[in-house]
């Protein structure tokens, strides 16, 4: 069976192929992409600022239709709606304990489409490829498919939030409201958080302010930490999320946390700059530098009850949407600053 994909050939070069797709084995389906929503690797590495082998294969903000399963496939049928997964291959120590995040097997697993010589990440950006069935979550009929593919964003930033471990009425500094410090802002408000958000955009910091933010600083005209520090009787923020891949902001993320106080590592960081440290402070405020990475299973079971039962809206941050033919114009919208997401329609 062949399948039409939308390649990385190389930095800066997309191009459409026609590829194979494996053949439906035990414990498999075969997953027929609806929507793919173009996420920050899509970008980087196209972009050539994140590091992956080309051709690479991208698209792992998806939802879809099963057309097929394979023999022992129980949970879903063809004709369900469904999203996927991380390539959890559930027979890790780290998977069966929950921690499927840091799944060690990952790279291990069979590809999900014939892509000869070259990487696939996600697979979304062909129409089909087959997936181990354990890798499947559904959804309602009723859900539409351009908020369904935004599952995965929202679930990472679900497991950030349970990291967080964020209390009743207190106070949550977000650094940057990118898609990411979105999701961060309506979860931490469901926690009960009194939310500050530091954001230099102008729209983006009207959209905090729509969205429920206490507080909004423009970090190039404001002290972040002395305008945080005079709000709370100068302790400082119980709990900061940091979204921007900056090496800048770190010291200030540190610098405004209270004593006991949480950083979540959330944004990556494709520059391997060293970033300073003061241990001594770390240990004499007891505070906790936390990293946090994608989601877990049921991460993105929880991610998926919230967008089917209308708890978080993903239309704010679903910026335009493109048919498959037109995948190319998406990526060059999809790059352009102040974007969100951009979906890609089957």
């Known amino acids: ?5 939308l390649l990385i050939e190389d930095k800066k070069k997309l191009s459409y192929r026609s590829i194979d797709v494996p053949e439906v084995g035990d414990y498999e389906v075969l997953f027929h992409t609806q929507a793919v929503s173009l996420c920050t690797v899509d ?7 994140r590091k992956h082998p080309f051709p690479f294969l991208g698209g792992h903000e998806c939802s879809g239709i099963i057309e097929k399963v394979g023999r022992g496939v129980v949970e879903v049928q063809p004709g369900d709606h469904a999203i996927f997964t991380s390539a959890y291959c559930m027979q890790c120590q780290l998977d069966r304990e929950g921690k499927g995040t840091q799944c060690k097997n990952k790279q291990k697993m069979p ?6 010589g070259g990487m696939i990440m996600g697979g979304g950006l062909s129409e089909y490829i087959v997936i181990p069935a354990w890798q499947i979550i559904k959804i309602p009929f009723d859900l539409d498919f351009n908020a369904a593919a935004l599952t995965e964003p929202l679930a990472c930033t679900v497991h950030s939030i349970k990291k967080a471990n964020i209390q009743f009425g207190e106070t949550v500094v977000i650094i940057g409201l990118g898609i990411m410090g979105y999701f961060h802002l309506k979860l931490s408000l469901m926690r009960g958080a009194r939310v500050i958000v530091s954001e230099k955009d102008k729209k983006r910091q009207e959209r905090a302010h729509e969205q429920g933010a206490w507080m909004v600083i ?4 404001q002290n972040l ?9 100068g302790l400082g923020a119980d709990v900061v999320i ?3 891949p900056s090496q800048g902001v770190w010291q200030d993320a540190i610098d405004v946390l209270s004593p006991y106080g949480r950083l979540i590592a959330y944004s990556s960081q494709d520059a391997k700059d060293k970033i300073g440290i003061d241990f001594g402070m770390i240990h004499s405020k007891e505070i906790q530098i936390i990293g946090t990475l994608n989601p877990t299973l049921t991460d993105n079971e929880e991610a998926v009850k919230m967008i089917a039962y209308g708890l978080i809206d993903m239309t704010p941050v ?10 190319i114009e998406a990526f060059q919208k999809a790059i352009a600053p102040g974007m969100y997401r951009v979906v890609i329609r089957y």
């Not at 970008?43 to 600022?49: E, S």
């Open 242 to 244: 940091n979204t921007i």
């Open 43 to 49: 970008r980087r590495t196209y972009l050539g600022t």
């Open 318 to 327: 679903i910026d335009a949407s493109y048919p498959f033919d037109q995948g």
């Open 225 to 233: 930490v002395e305008k945080v520090r005079s709000m709370t009787n």
């Open 111 to 116: 590809q999900r489409a014939n892509l000869h």
């Open 218 to 221: 423009d970090p190039t005209k």
């Open 1 to 5: 069976m062949k399948s039409k994909a």
